[in-house]
């Protein structure tokens, strides 16, 4: 049994002199997410006309971004510097805790808002009567405290395991790159985690594909007028489900690998895929594709 008081990510590449210039790229798409995301929180606060329940949960997939970064970034940056990449275990949970409750935080966030598009496409006219600010609020409090109640009950026990090793083959903390670790029969460590993702993403994953069913059912009676205007309204969120499906499901496929039969670079960059592109592409997708806020971004940089 390893009692290790530290982990080390191993799957870190000697990048020699390369390394300020990795330093540099990834510090600016840090910048980026952090500033692209921000400008998408203000705007919704400022302007009184953004203060409904689409642009509110807008603003929350913004500020779960921010949260995730911020548990990848100033760690990741500075392992591209270190020589050793070793991380104390309370550091690596603390990780693990922020990048998986901000994952699961996500998908929760896009089934809310696929909940508020199913309101007003299929009964618009009660719309303003159900989402309600108490609504939206008691909705918002649920995409957030939820996947942190699950995650914390998943977290604790995946650090009971005991352990038979330290090396973690990713760039940052990962639950089940750990319970790999694990003395315990590989079977029972990948049925709990499995079964606690599996927990934490079906009722998302059932709300949203229930909402865009009877969406797409609605569409399919209507005129084609109706159709487009639905697919305007729809598109930002229906992109931000595509990117965090694909991004998630690479995620998942490489932690089913053993690393060191796959091309290095190729294994880190799938990995960094789930942390770094939705925050990137989220805030450009409802910057660029929503004329309402497309246009307060616009007047303020006017003024």
Not at 133 to 154: D, G
Not at 251 to 277: C, G, K, M, Q, W
Request: glycine share 2%; charged share 10%; aromatic share 12%.
């Amino acid at each position: 049994m390893d009692n290790s008081s530290y982990f080390n990510l191993s799957i870190f590449l000697n990048i020699g002199p390369y390394r300020y210039p990795a330093f540099v790229l990834c510090m600016l798409l840090y910048v980026f997410i952090v500033c692209a995301n921000l400008v998408i929180i203000v705007v919704i606060l400022r302007e009184r006309a953004l203060h409904e329940a689409m642009y509110v949960f807008i603003a929350l997939l913004s500020a779960n971004a921010l949260y995730g970064s911020v548990g990848f970034f100033p760690r990741f940056l500075l392992d591209i510097l270190s020589d050793a990449h070793l991380i104390g275990r309370p550091a690596c949970f603390a990780q693990i805790y922020v990048i998986y409750s901000y994952a699961f935080s996500e998908v929760t966030i896009l089934g809310v808002m696929s909940y508020d598009r199913y309101v007003a496409v299929c009964q618009p006219l009660h719309y303003h009567s159900r989402m309600t600010s108490r609504r939206v609020k008691q909705l918002a409090a649920l995409a957030l405290i939820s996947p942190a109640f699950c995650n914390s009950a998943s977290i604790y026990m995946t650090a009971m395991f005991p352990l038979c090793g330290n090396k973690i083959q990713k760039v940052y903390c990962a639950s089940w790159n750990i319970a790999k670790l694990s003395c315990v029969t590989s079977a029972i460590t990948q049925i709990f985690s499995t079964t606690a993702a599996v927990i934490m993403s079906f009722l998302p994953i059932c709300c949203i594909l229930y909402s865009y069913s009877r969406i797409v059912l609605l569409c399919w009676k209507s005129s084609s007028m109706f159709r487009w205007k639905v697919l305007q309204s729809c598109l930002p969120h229906i992109i931000s489900i595509m990117i965090y499906v694909l991004t998630s499901f690479s995620d998942t496929i490489l932690n089913r690998y053993e690393l060191h039969d796959l091309n290095p670079l190729l294994a880190i960059t799938v990995s960094l895929e789930f942390v770094v592109i939705p925050p990137i592409l989220n805030p450009l997708v409802y910057g660029l594709k929503l004329p309402e806020i497309r246009t307060h971004i616009v007047k303020k940089r006017l003024n």
